[in-house]
């Protein structure tokens, strides 16, 4: 699978991803630090990538539907230091070549992960 990592996860999550097999580029790589929402999302969608952010905004289907997407995956955890954050990614990995993420939104939180399409 094809990511962007936003720029409010850990760079690290890239390389997370990459071990595990997948394409993965963080908005620092690509000078798209301070980008609008919709416009991050338009790049995700010409890139053919699905979104990895702890930004709840992108929770908002009505906002962002899925099935507009690649995929979004938003990680809400009460603690977002950094090595809550990469446990959080690094428990995903399994589940990216179980599950379809394309045209989907994951919620993923502590104990669960929800799964939201098209409204």
Known sequence: MRFKIDENLPVEVASILRSAGHEAM???EQNMVGEEDNRLLSVCSAESRALITLDLDFS???AYP???H???IVIRSRQQDKATVIDYVTRLIPLLDEEPLQGRLWIVEENRIRVREGI
């Open 26 to 28: 963080t908005v620092f």
């Open 66 to 68: 899925p099935d507009r």
């Open 60 to 62: 908002d289907i009505r």
């Open 70 to 72: 690649f995929g979004l």
